[in-house]
Protein backbone atom coordinates (compact mmCIF):
# COMPACT_ATOMS: atom_id res chain seq x y z
CA UNK A 1 0.00 0.00 0.00
CA UNK A 2 1.51 3.34 -1.21
CA UNK A 3 2.07 6.21 1.16
CA UNK A 4 -1.24 8.29 -0.04
CA UNK A 5 -3.45 5.59 0.86
CA UNK A 6 -2.21 5.00 4.15
CA UNK A 7 -3.01 8.34 4.75
CA UNK A 8 -5.88 7.99 3.91
CA UNK A 9 -6.80 4.92 5.75
CA UNK A 10 -4.97 6.80 8.84
CA UNK A 11 -7.79 9.88 8.14
CA UNK A 12 -10.45 7.52 7.90
CA UNK A 13 -9.74 5.45 11.07
CA UNK A 14 -9.40 8.60 13.46
CA UNK A 15 -12.50 9.93 11.46
CA UNK A 16 -14.19 6.60 12.79
CA UNK A 17 -12.53 6.50 16.03
CA UNK A 18 -13.86 10.12 16.87
CA UNK A 19 -17.61 9.27 15.20
CA UNK A 20 -17.68 5.89 17.65
CA UNK A 21 -16.11 8.08 21.13
CA UNK A 22 -18.72 10.56 20.22
CA UNK A 23 -21.53 8.22 19.38
CA UNK A 24 -20.53 6.38 23.11
CA UNK A 25 -20.62 9.49 25.10
CA UNK A 26 -24.19 10.94 23.30
CA UNK A 27 -25.80 7.40 24.23
CA UNK A 28 -24.09 7.77 27.61
CA UNK A 29 -24.90 11.05 28.79
CA UNK A 30 -21.13 11.65 29.06
CA UNK A 31 -17.66 10.24 29.39
CA UNK A 32 -19.24 7.80 31.79
CA UNK A 33 -19.60 3.53 31.50
CA UNK A 34 -22.27 1.87 29.54
CA UNK A 35 -23.22 0.24 32.50
CA UNK A 36 -23.30 3.16 35.15
CA UNK A 37 -25.75 5.14 32.41
CA UNK A 38 -27.78 1.95 31.97
CA UNK A 39 -28.29 1.47 36.06
CA UNK A 40 -30.88 4.30 35.80
CA UNK A 41 -33.00 2.32 33.39
CA UNK A 42 -32.88 -0.86 35.77
CA UNK A 43 -35.12 -1.45 38.76
CA UNK A 44 -38.28 0.31 38.26
CA UNK A 45 -40.90 -1.35 40.05
CA UNK A 46 -43.24 -1.68 36.30
CA UNK A 47 -40.47 -3.76 35.26
CA UNK A 48 -40.36 -7.56 35.13
CA UNK A 49 -37.31 -9.42 35.99
CA UNK A 50 -37.23 -10.79 32.58
CA UNK A 51 -37.19 -7.42 30.99
CA UNK A 52 -34.31 -5.77 33.26
CA UNK A 53 -32.35 -9.29 32.22
CA UNK A 54 -33.06 -9.12 28.18
CA UNK A 55 -32.24 -4.87 28.77
CA UNK A 56 -29.06 -5.43 30.78
CA UNK A 57 -27.97 -8.47 28.30
CA UNK A 58 -28.18 -6.02 25.55
CA UNK A 59 -26.49 -3.14 27.54
CA UNK A 60 -23.67 -5.57 28.07
CA UNK A 61 -23.52 -6.53 24.59
CA UNK A 62 -23.45 -3.20 23.27
CA UNK A 63 -21.19 -2.21 25.00
CA UNK A 64 -18.60 -4.85 24.29
CA UNK A 65 -19.05 -4.32 20.44
CA UNK A 66 -18.40 -0.49 21.17
CA UNK A 67 -14.96 -1.97 22.55
CA UNK A 68 -14.17 -4.57 20.70
CA UNK A 69 -14.73 -2.15 17.20
CA UNK A 70 -12.87 0.94 19.59
CA UNK A 71 -9.58 -1.66 20.01
CA UNK A 72 -9.50 -2.63 16.27
CA UNK A 73 -9.64 1.07 15.16
CA UNK A 74 -6.91 1.92 17.79
CA UNK A 75 -4.52 -1.44 16.75
CA UNK A 76 -4.90 -0.31 13.08
CA UNK A 77 -4.14 2.97 13.66
CA UNK A 78 -0.93 1.28 15.89
CA UNK A 79 0.17 -0.65 13.11
CA UNK A 80 -0.16 2.27 10.47
CA UNK A 81 2.22 4.25 13.14
CA UNK A 82 4.98 1.22 13.60
CA UNK A 83 4.68 1.10 9.52
CA UNK A 84 3.28 -2.84 9.79
CA UNK A 85 -0.09 -1.53 8.13
Same mark, same amino acid.
Given at each position: MDKHHIAASQKQLVSMRAALLAQMAEQRG????RAEA?? =? *??GHPEDSPAQLATEKEIEFA?? =? *???VELGAIEAALARIE???Y
Open positions: GQVGAS =E *HFIG =E *HELAGT
